[in-house]
């Protein structure tokens, strides 16, 4: 499985991004798969974001409730998170995951695409 994130780059305090990450991989069905959101701030450990199963059940941590959004498209092999009222703190690199429905582990990583609010 490989995993393309896009999406980010410099934005105010206030602003939106909307991060895309594009799936693909020999044999891949993207619908069995759970997708998520992980960022890395400087010298911070990487933390989960928010993550969408292969139901579409969604989760967030909870410093993103009500300002992102991740949702998926099956037909075009992409999960997105569309951040609204960015802060400063939510300036990070944030990395796109998948894993197999059911399993725990997310064991599939894109490259990060970085994200700066500036306030």
């Known amino acids: 499985v490989q995993l393309q994130a896009s999406g980010g780059g410099l934005v105010q305090a206030g602003g939106s991004l909307r991060l895309s990450c594009a799936a693909s991989?020999?044999?891949?069905?993207?619908?069995?798969?759970?997708m998520a959101w992980f960022r890395q701030a400087p010298e911070k450990e990487r933390e989960f974001v928010a993550a969408i199963t292969w139901r579409s059940s969604t989760s967030y941590t909870d410093s993103v409730k009500g300002r992102f959004t991740i949702s998926r498209d099956n037909a075009k092999n992409r999960s997105y998170l569309q951040m609204n009222s960015l802060k400063s703190e939510d300036t990070a690199v944030y990395y796109c995951a998948a894993r197999r429905r059911f399993q725990v582990k997310y064991d599939h990583w894109g490259q990060g695409t970085p994200v700066t609010v500036s306030s």
């Open positions: 991989g020999h044999a891949f069905t993207f619908l069995s798969y759970d």
